[in-house]
């Protein structure tokens, strides 16, 4: 039997120390494992893991002579995982205790044993004097990097505190209804029999909020395409691309396809799904099919239209943007990990080149909606307005929702707010 601690342990050392995905690390790991709660356990406490490493990584220099990271970083995880299941998941300290001390066993680090349950029962001791210690510095007070907190405070200094709150605070998936093939009162009405707590959301019409996590795969309605997994600020873009049948929408950086397969579920357009990596492009492509969808899938730089366009302008364009993805750390909290300062800077000039490239791409009359799911104002609101200053047949329309705040020609949607991620949309119009 796959003991579940030791298998999150490699995960999470993979993850933490050598800046591997969350998401790709858990998906050979999840499939070890027969029993359902086993795997939702194992990815609880990989993802809280990752989510508090940058607090109970420095909590373990204060607890042992030598650290462990580089000597042996699995171990070093699971103890670390031994502090989340203390402190975060909250389970009774004799079991996580004795769980992780039988994990380094599991690990073959069972000479470890003693050291496992000794750390563990140190913090038990003096975790408020440790607490008190870690909770002086922003950075393992909030679990988050340095530069990302100071550039929070630079762009957002009223909701910095509130937006790193949210960062931390776990949120289950959101549903958009396949409306072709189902109505949303259908699919709520299917979720409470299989054991799922659900709800329509207040102001997105195909959104459906569930109450806790679950292995949506397995519902009812799934494999039928009633339903997919995106979250309530990525649903957005439909709406604000103001979809009518017979246009010609592009879809410029598509993968996986959730927005493509929202548009072609929203109105009968002729799209083009546009991807650069080619094993993205196959995940569009079996979405479009299990929602019983038809897009033009290519392969391609929407940076280089000329490899790949017909030379026929698009009524509508959605570039979803390359970024640091800072607006839904949330649901993949690695990104405080693998991120760093010096990338924005070059994600900001790729934005720059690729919003440059697709506007000849437009129609005059059409419309352009950038969209990031980045909460800084240079991959958002500074990409925009040095745009505009150098197209004069540009305009922006304003982004009416009911959350979010103005970012100059754009309107930024915090984490939390709505329930939504973190997102930046702003509607770019080409004067005819």
Known sequence: MTDTRALAAEVLAHVALRGASLREQLRPAQAKLPDARDRAFLTALASEGA???????????????????????????????????????????????????????????????????????????????LDARLDRDPVTRSSHPRWLIDALHEDWPEHADAILTAGNAPSPPMLRVNTRRATRADVLASLPPAGVEAAAHPFLRDAITLAANADVTRLPGFAEGHFSVQDGAAQVAADLLDLHPGQRVLDACAAPGGKACHMLERADVALTALERDPARATTIEDNLHRLGLHGDVRVGDAGAPAAWWDGQPFDRILLDAPCSATGVIRRHPDIKLHRRAKDIVQLAREQSRLLGALWPLLAPGGRLVYATCSLLREENQRVVETFLTAHADARTLPVELPVGHDAGPGRQILPGEGGLDGMFYAILEKRA
């Open 51 to 129: 989510r508090w490493w940058l607090r109970f990584d420095k909590a373990l220099d204060l607890l042992l002579d030598k650290p462990l990271r580089q000597r042996d970083p699995a171990l070093h995880a699971l103890l670390v995982l031994g502090l989340v299941q203390l402190e975060i998941l909250q389970l009774p300290p004799h079991a996580a205790v004795a769980a992780t001390v039988e994990a380094t066993r599991a690990l073959d680090r069972g000479g470890f044993a003693k050291l496992a349950n000794a750390i563990l029962r140190r913090w038990l001791r003096e975790r408020d004097a």
